[in-house]
């Protein structure tokens, strides 16, 4: 099945750094989703987007629908230990009855102390 | 509220075994969804439900997979035959419709 393209696949950052990741589709969606998962647990959702051009923040974390409709971006702001994990985007075409996630290749975070 | 619940966590079985996978969903939601996580594929739909009724199957890779969902509080996914490429994370996912989808802790499939 389809996957959305996230970059970067990994990122290497020390504590406190930014962190900007993002996600593009070769088809447009009306929802996108963030979402986080750590090892051995399953993914859970950190901010849904509704509207192109929405920019919506969740604590230090912030993220943008693109106004293509084509595209997301997550920005996570003064990371900390506890945001290792690996990021996902999902993108979804609302529609009555249509609740199919299209889940992006992830972006796998890791902090080095 | 107490989350999706997916049990077993850890499933170790043998080629050609009987494998069921079960689910229960948030209260209240009417979608449930089955997912299968593995390295090389990433996150895929297998299967999803609207008020217990399957709505796409089109997710599933042979018939050596099937799911049901009996009532609104539980559904199951199960692989017969199993085979080793079955290997995976079987995540369940519900939702009401407004907020995207929550997850469960999900199934490690092992197949011998």
């Known amino acids: 099945g389809q996957q959305l393209n996230q970059s970067p696949q990994s990122m290497f950052i020390q504590e406190g750094e930014d962190v900007s990741m993002n996600c593009t589709s070769s088809?447009?969606?009306?929802?996108w989703l963030w979402y986080k998962q750590e090892p051995g647990e399953g993914p859970v959702l950190l901010i849904a987007?509704?509207?192109?051009?929405e920019l919506t923040s969740n604590g230090r974390l912030t993220a943008q629908f693109g106004i293509t409709r084509k595209d997301s971006f997550l920005n996570i702001s003064a990371s900390i230990p506890s945001d290792v994990g690996i990021y996902f985007c999902a993108g979804q075409l609302r529609a009555f009855g249509n609740e199919k996630l299209t889940f992006g290749t992830g972006t796998r975070l890791t902090i080095i102390p | 509220d107490a989350g999706v619940i997916q049990s077993p966590r850890h499933e170790v079985t043998e080629m050609g075994q009987e494998v069921t996978l079960r689910c229960k969903p948030i209260?209240?939601?009417?979608?449930l969804f089955w997912y299968r996580q593995t390295m090389m594929r990433g996150l895929e739909l297998l299967i999803y439900?609207?008020?217990?009724?399957?709505?796409?199957d089109s997710g599933m890779p042979e018939d050596r997979f099937s799911a049901k969902m009996p009532n609104a509080s539980f559904s199951t996914l199960k692989i017969q035959p199993s085979e080793p490429r079955d290997s995976a994370v079987y995540f369940c996912a519900s939702t009401s419709g407004t907020r995207g989808q929550y997850f469960g802790p999900g199934t490690r499939l092992t197949v011998l």
């Open positions: 987007l509704y509207k192109a051009g």
């Open positions: 209260s209240g939601h009417d979608y």
């Open positions: 439900f609207n008020n217990n009724v399957p709505i796409d």
């Open positions: 088809s447009i969606f009306n929802t």
